[in-house]
């Protein structure tokens, strides 16, 4: 491994585990919803999105929204 890789690791050991083992992982007993691999798992956001387009159309009134969907509503 070369030295710019290993400072790198260091630094995420350091720093970085420390600041999401700090905050991040503690605050996860607060959340409502917790999408595993975040921006990578692209089945719980489209979930996400459909749920909150409905919950939205829900609280507007409007069942027919003119806004763009999700791909796949089959979901609800």
Same mark, same amino acid.
Do not use: C, W
């Given at each position: 491994?070369?030295?710019?890789?290993?400072?790198?690791?260091? %630094?995420?050991?350091?720093? &970085?585990?420390?600041?999401?083992e700090?905050?991040? +992982?503690? #605050?996860?007993?607060?959340?409502?919803?917790i999408?595993?691999?975040?921006?990578?798992?692209e089945? %719980?956001?489209?979930?996400? &999105?459909?749920?909150?387009?409905?919950?939205?159309? +829900?609280? #507007?009134?409007?069942?027919?929204?003119?806004?763009?969907?999700?791909?796949?509503?089959?979901?609800?």
């Open positions: 491994m070369d030295t710019y890789s290993l400072q790198l690791l260091s %630094g995420y050991r350091v720093q &970085t585990r420390f600041m999401h700090a905050f991040i +992982e503690p #605050s996860k007993k607060y959340a409502d919803i999408i595993p691999e975040g921006g990578h798992n089945v %719980g956001i489209n979930l996400l &999105t459909i749920l909150t387009e409905k919950h939205l159309r +829900e609280a #507007s009134g409007s069942h027919h929204p003119n806004t763009k969907r999700a791909a796949d509503h089959s979901l609800i």
